[in-house]
């Protein structure tokens, strides 16, 4: 009889355990955040989530899944956005002015308003970027050949309708000069025409400069005050350019996730964006910490669309 009870009794609470096992298993990846990055690993906003990614698990105690899904410039991923989980288990990175650009130019699968972001925490800034060898040894250089020589100073940068040649024009017209953009496919083969001469400088970001170190020497930066790595670098603006601009970074959700979900995921990016490790990398790899949570998204957003298409029918991208 006892022993009967025994057996009975460690069967059923091994069927409890398994049970318990099963449920915790569910709820455990129930709670995993997918983070889903538009373009292939080792750019600017790969490089920004896996420095989140264990700031995010520390923080709220779930597991953080980093996927990539390029193409089309990251409008193949933003077109997705809308078809993907809307329970506040899935965000996707942003990028500005791609978001506001891409819907501009052409039908790309999505509209600006369909993305929902939730926050947007950083800004790679652009700078001005030339061979450590080259004979400019300040934009005051740039500049002078450019005048003297009209459309003879050749540019690189990523993309066309791109934050680099939306720069590159806007640096043309408040500096009162013309040069000539190259776009390229990305960042790296940008730079990489730009260290093998193919182009007299490139309109690049403060991040790729710092990751070339010495083979490159950065002429300007596109900030209020000075990057704290290069303080011997001027800001645009100390040399008469009132141009501040960069590629903005942050992460949205589908359309349908509710109000509850957005608000959480929020102040997540928003505690990991406090956290001192991840600010001290962040400025180490040249990026600029912002904070725009959810509640401030749609000012912000309203003042940007504004401004890239003003500068997109500069470029003659919209009429």
């Known amino acids: 009889m006892h022993s009967f009870c025994f057996a009975t009794c460690r069967r059923v609470a091994a069927g409890l355990g398994l049970v318990a096992g099963l449920v915790f298993s569910a709820s455990a990846l129930a709670q995993a955040l997918t983070y889903i990055i538009p373009f292939p690993a080792g750019g600017e906003s790969d490089i920004t989530a896996r420095i989140q990614e264990p700031v995010l698990k520390s923080i709220s105690g779930r597991d953080v899944v980093v996927q990539y899904k390029p193409g089309a410039g990251g409008a193949t991923a933003w077109a997705s956005l809308a078809k993907m989980p809307a329970d506040g288990s899935t965000v996707m990175g942003t990028n500005l002015p791609h978001i506001f650009l891409q819907p501009m130019e052409k039908d790309v699968g999505y509209k600006t308003d369909d993305l929902v972001n939730v926050y947007i925490f950083q800004l790679t800034p652009d700078a001005i970027?030339?061979?450590?060898?080259?004979?400019?040894?300040?934009?005051?250089?740039?500049?002078?050949?450019?005048?003297?020589?009209?459309?003879?100073?050749?540019?690189?940068?990523?993309?066309?309708?791109?934050?680099?040649?939306?720069?590159?024009?806007?640096?043309?017209?408040?500096?009162?000069?013309?040069?000539?953009?190259?776009?390229?496919?990305?960042?790296?083969?940008?730079?990489?025409?730009?260290l093998g001469k193919q182009v007299n400088a490139a309109m690049t970001f403060t991040t790729a400069a710092i990751q070339q170190g010495d083979k490159v020497r950065m002429l300007a930066v596109a900030l209020d005050q000075r990057l704290p790595s290069h303080p011997e670098v001027p800001t645009f603006k100390e040399l008469g350019i009132d141009m501040l601009s960069g590629v903005f970074r942050g992460v949205a959700v589908p359309k349908a996730t509710p109000e509850a979900e957005r608000k959480k995921l929020s102040e997540l990016f928003g505690k990991v964006n406090q956290d001192p490790a991840f600010r001290k990398k962040m400025a180490e790899g040249g990026f600029v910490i912002v904070d725009v949570p959810y509640e401030k998204t749609g000012p912000f957003l309203a003042a940007k669309s504004k401004e890239y298409e003003s500068a997109a029918r500069e470029v003659g991208m919209i009429k």
Do not use: Q, R
């Open 129 to 194: 970027v030339v061979p450590a060898d080259s004979p400019f040894k300040s934009l005051k250089d740039l500049i002078a050949a450019a005048k003297k020589a009209p459309g003879t100073i050749t540019m690189s940068g990523s993309g066309t309708n791109s934050g680099p040649h939306l720069s590159a024009v806007t640096f043309n017209k408040l500096a009162g000069v013309k040069t000539t953009y190259i776009p390229f496919s990305g960042t790296a083969t940008s730079v990489a025409a730009m």
